[in-house]
């Protein structure tokens, strides 16, 4: 068979622990085999962004916004444990914290629905996409502890010269702790944009939420400029069939719980970190929910939602055979890919990856899983495959489906 041709190369940011090894598993045994496909390859290993100061992260970045697609293995974030495994010179920060930074993107956070793997949540028959905000809030926050009594005061001081803005915070009898947190109109913006954008495109209601009842400046700010970039993009909207729906966020969780499904849920950066997690679990598995990071100019980064799989690692060191649903490392790549096909008008990529996927899915729903999906299937399995055997059931399954139909560019 001739291999497809992937004619811009992807970023490959390879990663660690158990989805290191998926990754490589899934080039070895999906991809290599069927692609001519060229990767700029970035090593984000633990080991190797501590080689390196962490620059290795840095230029990924600037190489996912130089091609416009990347793929990304999970990665671990450095606590105080693995500095001590790794001997790091430091606690090195988050690589998708950096990543969001640079890229001031959207995440959006998709399940994988299968017919066998009932979600927990009766109602939900469509998927639930989150899109977080990826920048600020409590996650670029000053915080300290205050030891003693005194006053906390709010200063701003404008770069024009005329007078600071002070408000006082809280007047402290006793030691307590103070939070400082921002964000800029224009992050907001993109953010809204980019929920926008995703709605049109895959003509779902978008759903916005927060606490503009508590916090009348800082939430209302955000509530206001959603509204604002919903007004410019009425007639697109209209056009889509997409309807906007404003509502605060807990009245939101109430009613995601008993929807059906089928919108998108725009986030802030907190809720988004915490729904998406709720969603994961709701909806079976953390191991079926795909991740992408969006930025303003349509740059995007792929990869699984879920973290590295360290217990199924050392396990993996102790020579055990391991279960490890590699589905969302697979979708990570079959998501770059599609894009890529897209924007190099490439179609034979595009049908690969949507082939690859449509593979993914038929082998679970014929009852091949890994053991995290054996206890949800409904019917129930009576056996599970390890971490490999389940990329071979794959495998077969998309050699079933091969040669794909030559398509038309
Ligand atoms: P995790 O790797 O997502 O794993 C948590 C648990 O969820 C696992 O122990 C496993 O449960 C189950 N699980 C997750 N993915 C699975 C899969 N593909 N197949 C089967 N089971 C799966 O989260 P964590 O253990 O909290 O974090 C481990 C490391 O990942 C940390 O160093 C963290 O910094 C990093 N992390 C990275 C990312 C990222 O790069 N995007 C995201 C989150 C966390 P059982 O053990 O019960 O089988
Ligand atoms: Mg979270």
Redesign the pocket.
Same mark, same amino acid.
Do not use: Y
């Given at each position: 068979m001739t291999k497809i041709k992937v004619q811009t190369p992807l970023v490959e940011m390879d990663?660690?622990?158990m989805t290191r090894i998926i990754w490589q598993m899934i080039k070895d045994e999906l991809l290599t085999p069927y692609l001519d496909m060229q990767t700029i390859y970035f090593d984000l290993g633990l080991k190797h962004r501590d080689d390196t100061d962490d620059q290795v992260t840095f230029d990924a970045a600037k190489a996912a916004a130089e091609y416009g697609v990347a793929v990304?293995c *999970?990665?671990?974030?450095p606590n105080q444990d693995?500095v001590v495994e790794y001997s790091l010179k430091k606690a090195w920060p $988050?690589?998708?914290g950096t990543l969001r930074g640079i890229l001031d993107g959207t995440v959006f956070r998709a399940p994988i629905l299968l017919k066998n793997i009932k979600p927990m949540i009766r109602t939900w028959k469509k998927p639930i996409i989150i899109g977080r905000h990826a920048y600020g809030d409590v996650y670029k926050n000053q915080e300290f502890r205050v030891p003693v009594a005194g006053k906390a005061e709010l200063v701003f001081t404008p770069a024009d010269g005329s007078a600071p803005h002070r408000l006082l915070i809280h007047d402290f009898k006793g030691p307590g702790v103070i939070q400082g947190i921002h964000n800029t109109e224009k992050s907001i913006r993109s953010f809204a944009r980019a929920c926008i954008q995703y709605a049109i495109n895959r003509k779902m209601p978008l759903w916005f939420a927060a606490k503009d009842t508590i916090s009348k400046t800082y939430h209302a700010y955000f509530r206001d400029i959603y509204q604002e970039e919903i007004d410019a993009h009425r007639a697109e909207l209209d056009a889509a069939g997409v309807e906007y729906f404003y509502t605060l966020i807990d009245d939101a969780v109430a009613r995601v719980v008993r929807h059906e499904g089928g919108f998108l849920w725009a986030c802030m950066n907190y809720d988004g970190d915490v729904m998406s997690d709720m969603l994961a679990t709701g909806f079976g598995?953390?191991?079926l929910m795909t $991740?992408v990071l969006v930025n303003p100019d349509g740059i995007m980064e792929f990869?699984? *939602? +879920?973290?590295?799989?360290?217990? +199924?690692y050392y396990a993996h060191l102790r020579g055990e055979e391991t $279960?490890?649903?590699?589905?969302? $490392?697979i979708f990570a790549w079959t998501g770059g890919l599609a894009r890529r096909g897209e924007l190099d008008g490439t179609p034979d990529v595009v049908a690969f990856a949507r082939a690859l996927e449509t593979a993914v899915i038929e082998t679970i729903e014929g009852g091949q899983m890994?053991?995290?999906l054996t206890r949800l299937c409904d019917p129930p399995v009576e056996r599970y495959l390890t971490t490999h055997e389940f990329i071979m059931a794959v495998r077969q399954q998309l050699e079933s489906k091969l040669p794909l139909p030559k398509m038309e560019a």
């Open positions: 990663g660690d622990e990304k *999970a990665t671990i974030t693995r $988050s690589p998708n598995s953390l191991a $991740s990869e699984a *939602a +879920h973290g590295t799989v360290q217990r +199924h $279960s490890t649903n590699s589905t969302a $490392s890994t053991k995290d």
